[in-house]
């Protein structure tokens, strides 16, 4: 389901970042289109703000309906599994049963983890820790994980997006989930800063946009972030998933 506001500010980025504060959301997780453009005036006479819509997507109850077979998916199986497996392999599981102690919302993210990843016929285990802002961090625990990982991490952030649809489903208060396997984040987000760094010095070299391949959104967050503090470049995205593109743009007045 579509929602939008409207925010504004001394300028374009400004009136967004209002907006964004406002949200609890990230630059990529909206569309955003200028409604007004600022006007600094004449000695500061008939100046005026920048006004923007901000477009988000707020989750509606149908995917989450899809999924709620998934939960009815008994886990003790997978735990009871665990003494069949060689004495070896037994410590690797142990670290998976620590969540976030007295958490409701961790021990509900586990549950409904532990679920689905028995319905995709896993023996991967989620160990969950409490991270920053309220952002549950989630490792999957256990052997030969690149089937949950996906082509460049397709089917890792299924596994994500429907754990975050499921737990914040009928709640007031959202909160957010990461989900990682084998280190995969880190590794992709060190290989696309590196990228995004290749390609900002082209911008600012040749004074030329750049459009990127199609990424997701973790991609495009990471592509932003690096280079939100870059001078002579500034990002957007443009498209609709899963075509989504960044594009690295040549900006003369950043600084």
Do not use: C
């Not at 939008?4 to 209002?18: F, P, V």
């Not at 990529?28 to 006004?51: M, N, Q, W």
């Not at 470049?233 to 690295?248: A, C, E, K, L, Q």
């Amino acid at each position: 389901m579509l929602k939008y506001i409207e925010s504004t500010g001394r300028t374009e980025e400004a009136a967004i970042e209002a907006a964004l504060q406002k949200l609890g959301m990230d630059r990529d997780d909206v569309s955003v289109e200028v409604l007004e453009r600022a006007k600094t005036g004449f000695l500061g006479i008939g100046a005026s703000p920048a006004k923007v819509k901000v477009t988000y997507e707020a989750p509606d109850e149908e995917p989450v309906e899809e999924v709620k077979p998934v939960e009815t998916v008994p886990a003790a199986p997978v735990a009871e599994e665990a003494p069949k497996a060689p004495v070896a392999e037994e410590p690797k599981a142990q670290p998976a049963a620590a969540t976030v102690a007295d958490d409701e919302r961790a021990e509900k993210i586990h549950a409904f983890l532990t679920g689905l990843l028995a319905h995709m016929g896993s023996s991967a285990i989620p160990s969950i820790t409490l991270g920053e802002e309220n952002t549950y961090e989630v490792e999957l625990l256990g052997e030969h994980l690149g089937s949950l990982i996906g082509r460049r991490g397709e089917t890792l952030d299924a596994i994500q997006q429907l754990t975050n649809y499921a737990v914040n489903h009928g709640q007031s208060h959202r909160v957010r989930v990461h989900v990682d396997a084998e280190g995969y984040r880190a590794k992709r987000e060190e290989s696309l800063a590196r990228l995004a760094q290749k390609v900002a010095g082209k911008v600012v070299k040749y004074r030329r946009n750049v459009t990127l391949e199609p990424m997701n959104a973790y991609e495009r967050h990471v592509i932003h972030t690096a280079l939100q503090d870059v001078p002579g470049v500034t990002t957007y995205s443009t498209g609709v998933d899963p075509n989504r593109r960044v594009i690295v743009a040549y900006d003369r007045d950043k600084k």
